[in-house]
């Protein structure tokens, strides 16, 4: 059998949190190793106990998604991380791609593409990083 994808949700509004946690839990092969709302506790988390995945918004309390990555990027390279974010413009897209983000997405339009990215990522064969960039 399969080990489950653990994916690890950083959101700082409860609300969408939870959506983004009850959408992945629907998606077969998928578990979920935890959430935060903000850089510290998603930092000290994910290093605990490595998820594959880390989702994750821009703007959080008390930090950025940047922080996480930067944070985390170096300990621990295998992590997929996906953006989702309402701030899309293109200085916030490159400085998530430069700092390991996988996927860049707008919370607004793609929030859907979600569990379709995950299951990939779950195929056994994962993506290569760059052929993942969404630019």
């Avoid at 200085?91 to 919370?107: E, M, S, V």
């Avoid at 339009?109 to 379709?116: L, N, Q, S, T, Y």
């Amino acid at each position: 059998m399969d080990t489950p994808t653990k994916v690890f949700v950083v959101e700082d509004s409860p609300a969408v949190r939870d959506a983004l946690v009850a959408l992945l839990e629907r998606v077969d092969g998928v578990s979920i190793a935890g959430d935060a709302d903000n850089p510290r506790d998603a930092i000290a988390a994910i290093l605990a106990a490595p998820p594959d995945v880390v989702l994750l918004d821009f703007q959080l309390i008390g930090g950025t998604a940047l922080d996480v990555m930067t944070a985390v990027r170096h300990s621990l390279p295998d992590v997929v991380f996906i953006v989702l974010t309402s701030h899309t413009g293109v200085q916030y897209r490159r400085a998530c791609l430069n700092a390991g983000a996988a996927w860049f997405l707008d919370k607004n339009h793609e929030f859907v593409r979600i569990p379709d990215i995950v299951r990939g990522l779950h195929a056994p064969q994962r993506c290569a990083q760059s052929s993942c960039r969404q630019h």
